[in-house]
T-cell receptor
Framework: GQNIDQPTEMTATEGAIVQINCTYQTSGFNGLFWYQQHAGEAPTFLSYNVLDGLEEKGRFSSFLSRSKGYSYLLLKELQMKDSASYLCAVLRGDYKLSFGAGTTVTVRA | IAGITQAPTSQILAAGRRMTLRCTQDMRHNAMYWYRQDLGLGLRLIHYSNTAGTTGKGEVPDGYSVSRANTDDFPLTLASAVPSQTSVYFC?????????????FGPGTRLTVL
């Protein structure tokens, strides 16, 4: 089966940095996605990594190590609007997504 | 551009009743998907369609059926609803056939089966 693990909850202060880790074991690998999901809303695309290394996009960065089955999402200069769930998803060998359960990030003033 | 729309937004349904959740996209995407999202379990794939006229089973297909008569529409039917099908249902679409095949999600349907 597919196994994607990420922490359930994280709390951080406005202006701080938070790193959300994701480890995976899946049937094949064609890339890793991070999605943001605000309460009661649809998931929205944040980032995609298929090669090892860091991808930076504004305040958000995503890192991938395929040999370790590991990724992280880095949120810098946290803002209140960043309070949301962050979903790690692996694009498997059959080009279908397997999702982790999500990490709920709470930003406090 | 609306993207992906879903209807209804929410529904309360008696067990045993038949229900169809609607999904329409205007991005001319080839691939479409239905997921359910349950607390602590994340999104799980129910059914998918790689292109109009074809469908496939995901991880949790039992009790659900889909059809893909055209590119834009991908309805999900619960033939005889049961309480365990209480969930939030998301439809998604992607261009399909590409290595970086980003999926885009609709706003969801919150379904309660009593």
């Amino acid at each position: 089966g597919q196994n994607i693990d990420q922490p359930t909850e994280m709390t951080a202060t406005e202006g701080a940095i938070v790193q959300i880790n994701c480890t995976y074991q899946t049937s094949g690998f064609n890339g890793l996605f991070w999605y943001q999901q605000h309460a009661g809303e649809a998931p929205t695309f944040l980032s995609y990594n298929v090669l090892d290394g860091l991808e930076e996009k504004g305040r958000f960065s995503s890192f991938l190590s395929r040999s370790k089955g590991y990724s992280y999402l880095l949120l810098k200069e946290l803002q209140m609007k960043d309070s949301a769930s962050y979903l790690c998803a692996v694009l498997r060998g059959d080009y279908k997504l397997s999702f982790g359960a999500g990490t709920t990030v709470t930003v406090r003033a | 551009i609306a993207g992906i729309t879903q209807a209804p937004t929410s529904q309360i349904l008696a067990a045993g009743r038949r229900m169809t959740l609607r999904c329409t996209q205007d991005m001319r995407h080839n691939a479409m998907y239905w997921y359910r999202q349950d607390l602590g379990l994340g999104l799980r794939l129910i059914h998918y369609s790689n292109t109009a006229g074809t469908t496939g089973k995901g991880e949790v297909p039992d009790g659900y059926s889909v059809s893909r008569a055209n590119t834009d529409d991908f309805p999900l039917t619960l033939a005889s609803a049961v309480p365990s099908q209480t969930s939030v249902y998301f439809c998604a679409s992607s261009e399909g056939g590409a290595d970086t095949d980003t999926q885009y999600f609709g706003p969801g349907t919150r379904l309660t089966v009593l």
